[in-house]
């Protein structure tokens, strides 16, 4: 299947047609961690599940890299627990060829497992992993020190490919089976979307979280509900294609942000992790959070959707005649911003919680939650010379990241995809898991 017919089947999902390659790695060669990380984020782009289109599998891919990264170079120098394998301690390897190894040796594997709809992308994603993977050793002195990088990288990538083995991750990605007379707040598929998106993912064993139901919230709010009929006009108002009350600014943001969450929030570390300094292996420690919080919040997400099955704001106004709402009024040719909304039930929203479990990551680990940084985005797919690629991309500025992570999660109320009960309710899921995962894993050692 090609990458365009995949985007436009996937459009539900968070899916557009966007650039085929991001930008090459351009990190610091003397920060492996870094370098890998970016690496990472190419190769999900050359995959085909990247900037949009597969963010389960994505997250799944950052946090097993970065928890082999971690524990490798935590086998040469200890700095923080490791989580999968405790390779003991060699001094005399050599980091770089570490990192890289364990990087690799987690990347092939997993790149060659992911689901048959992107096919055409694996191959050219392992090629270029491959070719980074050479220039890497070849940077590394022969002998006995890089030897000994490499026997620790691919011990620690063993560790972790046999440990997610069986995690329940080769769920079927697209669920086709009718769903039969929903009764008025169920899911409904959407417009262009005769499908569910991978509910087996609410199964997938978690990184950090006990089970996928761990922090699973309260119910949403009832159809008949003042409250209810509240979210309903808010999103009604402001994510329609048509919205004549959306700002220009809310507009921009709306779009911004449609970027999956586990490049999206990667790239925000690497800036954070350059302004503060970090050196590798507080990188390792960083970035083996990040991603195993990101990775969770996506579980515990579908868990979510799954256990509620929640219709669609787009669903839930083309049908308001049917939800015993004298508040809500149907528009049975409403559209979400976006054009189409959500290949899943709508309860909880999935960026709000990963967006909250990545503020809550940075901030406990950089120190604080106040730090000023700048991002570009790949998601303006109807401008995009706006993209971070594009000839005149546009940058979005934050002083800390709950901030960002606040505008991420409205950002999804100004698309027309979740209403504000779905968003504040993700927010604090994800605060949850974030919070988890720095208080049990990567611990520092004295």
């Not at 799944?60 to 490798?72: E, G, T």
């Not at 797919?381 to 706006?386: I, L, R, S, Y």
């Amino acid at each position: 299947m090609k990458r365009y017919l995949i985007a436009s089947l996937l459009v539900p999902l968070g899916i557009g047609v966007l650039p085929t390659q991001a930008a090459p790695p351009t990190v610091q060669a003397d920060d492996p961690v870094l370098a890998w990380n970016e690496i990472v984020a190419e190769a999900t782009v050359r995959s085909g599940i990247a900037p949009l289109f597969d963010p389960l599998h994505e997250s799944r891919l950052y946090a097993m890299v970065h928890i082999a990264v971690h524990d490798a170079l935590n086998g040469i120098e200890r700095h923080s627990r490791p989580y999968a394998v405790d390779l003991g301690l060699q001094p005399d390897a050599s980091p770089a060829a570490a990192v890289a190894t364990a990087a690799h040796d987690v990347l092939v594997p997993v790149l060659r497992g992911l689901p048959p709809a992107f096919a055409a992308g694996i191959q050219p994603a392992v090629d270029y992993v491959e070719a980074q993977y050479d220039l890497a050793l070849d940077a590394v002195s022969d002998g006995t020190a890089e030897d000994r990088g490499v026997a620790l990288g691919q011990a620690a990538a063993e560790a972790v490919v046999q440990m997610r083995a069986n995690d329940g991750a080769d769920t079927p990605f697209f669920d086709e089976t009718p769903i039969v007379k929903p009764e008025p707040g169920d899911f409904q598929w959407v417009a262009g979307a005769p499908f569910d998106a991978a509910p087996g993912w609410a199964e997938v064993t978690p990184f950090v979280m006990s089970d996928p139901a761990q922090f699973r919230p309260g119910p949403p709010h009832p159809l008949t509900s003042l409250i209810y009929a509240a979210d309903f006009n808010e999103v009604k108002t402001l994510g329609g294609t048509t919205s004549s009350v959306r700002t220009a600014d809310q507009t921009e943001a709306a779009f911004f942000w449609f970027e999956a969450s586990p490049m999206r929030w990667n790239r925000i570390a690497r800036t954070a992790s350059v302004d503060a300094g970090l050196d590798m292996w507080a990188n390792a420690r960083l970035f083996g959070l990040l991603d195993v919080a990101l990775a969770d919040g996506y579980i515990g997400n579908w868990d979510s959707k799954q256990h509620y099955n929640r219709w669609r704001p787009e669903t839930a106004i083309r049908e308001a005649h049917k939800d015993g709402n004298p508040l809500t009024k149907r528009d049975k040719d409403w559209t979400p911003l976006w054009g189409s909304s959500g290949a899943t039930p709508e309860y909880d929203s999935g960026h709000s919680i990963e967006g909250a479990a990545a503020a809550v990551v940075l901030a406990e680990v950089l120190g604080t939650n106040f730090m000023t940084f700048e991002i570009c985005s790949y998601t303006f797919q109807f401008e995009p010379e706006k993209n971070c690629d594009g000839a005149s991309p546009v940058f979005r500025t934050y002083d800390s990241f709950s901030a960002a992570a606040w505008e991420n999660s409205q950002s999804r109320i100004w698309l027309g995809w979740h209403t504000r009960n779905a968003i504040e309710v993700g927010y604090r899921h994800g605060e949850r898991i974030g919070e988890r995962a720095v208080d049990l894993y990567f611990s520092l050692v004295p």
